[in-house]
């Protein structure tokens, strides 16, 4: 499959409707609304990535010699959180599902999207806060930014 040519802006302008609909989905379809917020934290830390290199896409960000591993799994946030220097501030840990089935952060979009059941209700309601003070560190970065890139 090709990769999209997502710019910043793109990328911005997804982080902004991704949050907007996770916080209008409070209370009501939680794996869902976790979906949304996953997405959310991807977006972000691809823009403030590309602002850490002074770079505007999503290819300029995966031929970077540090980033290239995105090429494989751009949903690696927690990699992403590493190179942005605030894996210290926000662990994810790995959920269980039924079947001794492992989920690592990198795929918790599919635990979402496809509605597994974890075993333990607390660990994804305390990855889905993980993920919340994400986003919430993310704005007002991005939005500093959001004139002075495209």
């Known amino acids: 499959?090709?990769?999209?040519?997502?710019?910043?802006?793109?990328?911005?302008?997804?982080?902004?409707?991704?949050?907007?609909?996770?916080?209008?989905?409070k209370g009501n379809h939680n794996r869902s609304r976790r979906l949304i917020l996953f997405y959310a934290v991807e977006t972000g830390l691809k823009v403030f990535l590309l602002d850490k290199i002074g770079k505007y896409s999503v290819e300029d960000l995966i031929q970077h010699h540090e980033y290239c591993y995105l090429k494989d799994n751009g949903h690696d946030i927690k990699r992403m959180l590493k190179w942005a220097s605030i894996d210290g501030q926000y662990k994810l840990k790995t959920l269980r599902c039924e079947k001794s089935i492992q989920v690592e952060p990198n795929q918790y979009h599919q635990l979402w999207r496809y509605g597994l059941d974890t075993t333990n209700d607390a660990d994804e309601q305390n990855t889905e806060s993980v993920l919340c003070g994400i986003v919430e560190f993310l704005s007002p970065k991005i939005a500093k930014k959001k004139n002075n890139r495209s």
């Open 1 to 25: 499959m090709s990769r999209l040519p997502a710019t910043r802006r793109n990328l911005q302008q997804a982080f902004e409707k991704h949050k907007a609909c996770y916080d209008s989905l």
